[in-house]
């Protein structure tokens, strides 16, 4: 008897198509439009303060991390290319970049604020974005790999109608609350004085016995977290042990339980399986088998680092070419003028 064929597998969905599904979902399409236009507004305060380049291209890795499937490094890299070309650290003298100095006076400004609210919306819509559409748990399998029926994403219609709402509120008010701990940071410690801090303008100098501002920002910074922060997560640890229901608190018990006992727990499964197979009565060797026929490989593309890379690559190419259009048109209507 021949052997049956075996089915074919079912073609791979390309990297656009994949991308472009998540679009059907309205809650997921709804954080993609958030996260769009959080990018807009970031574009446009930046471009207004710090010319063309800084604006354009962050915003379009950003926006390949809202559109492409499982970018998850682009959050961080729109992250350090918004802050290198803001601030300017290797000192490229990019047009309206900012100096070191100047970020402790730059508190309650209305353009940072706008910035920082857009910033983190923008966050928070992306990771949002990948809970509902790539991963919204961690794996528990060895490895990072994936288990057969798939990574767990959450699901649209859990979304409530007032989470776009409470979003806007959470960030307006981290970055408020940031904009009060930054003006905080910017005193100067003086222990002669009651209570031990002075408002004292950057760079002027250091009384004897008192520390420098860089030494006084850390001093400060570390009195905030012990006495602010600590607490503060001391007591919400204990109102949400109040607030576990019992099957809430089962269930981490048995996390906690699984975690410590997690060696012993295989050391005894390989003495069992081990003395499952030492029971067994000694078979006969089996017969020689065919070589089994390679299979041929299909003609499905395999999804990889490759098209991540690539896809990456044209889109750093198309900014860079947006880029130089934007500052030669800028340079060309300059120099007419």
């Known amino acids: 008897m021949s052997p049956s064929p075996r089915p074919k597998r079912p073609a791979a969905k390309s990297v656009w198509a994949e991308s472009l599904a998540r679009f059907n979902d309205p809650a997921a399409r709804t954080y993609v439009f958030l996260g769009m236009g959080a990018l807009l507004v970031v574009g446009t305060t930046v471009f207004l303060n710090n010319g063309p380049l800084a604006a354009i291209l962050p915003c379009l890795l950003a926006v390949a991390g809202l559109l492409v499937r499982q970018q998850t490094a682009m959050p961080i890299l729109f992250l350090v290319s918004l802050a290198a070309l803001i601030i300017d650290p ?171 006992g997690r060696r012993e727990f295989n050391r005894q499964e390989k003495w069992r399986a081990w003395g499952r197979t030492s029971a067994r009565p000694v078979e006969a060797p089996l017969p020689k088998l065919r070589p089994r026929a390679v299979p041929q490989p299909t003609t499905a593309k395999r999804r990889g680092c490759a098209s991540a890379i690539i896809t990456t690559g044209c889109l750093l190419l198309v900014a860079m070419g947006i880029a130089g259009a934007s500052i030669a048109l800028i340079i060309f209507i300059t120099s007419r003028r």
């Not at 859990?158 to 910017?186: H, K, T, Y």
């Not at 222990?191 to 250091?206: C, D, E, H, M």
């Open 90 to 260: 290797v000192n490229l003298w990019l047009y309206g970049s900012r100096s070191i100095s100047d970020i402790p006076r730059s508190h309650f400004r209305l353009t940072d604020l706008i910035l920082a609210v857009a910033v983190t919306v923008y966050f928070l819509s992306q990771f949002r974005l990948f809970s509902l559409t790539s991963q919204a748990m961690p794996s528990d399998t060895p490895g990072g790999g994936v288990r057969p029926g798939g990574l767990i994403v959450r699901p649209g219609g859990n979304v409530p109608d007032d989470e776009i709402a409470r979003l806007l509120m959470l960030a307006a008010g981290c970055a408020i609350a940031a904009q009060f701990v930054w003006a905080f940071l910017a005193l100067r410690v003086d222990f002669r004085a009651v209570p031990p801090l002075t408002i004292a303008k950057y760079g002027s100098p250091t009384e004897p016995g008192n520390p420098s501002q860089d030494w006084s920002r850390f001093l400060i910074f570390a009195g905030i977290v012990a006495a602010v922060v600590v607490p503060a997560g001391l007591v919400f640890w204990y109102w949400r042990l109040n607030r576990l229901t019992a099957p809430e608190a089962r269930m981490i018990l048995l996390d906690i339980l699984w975690r410590e």
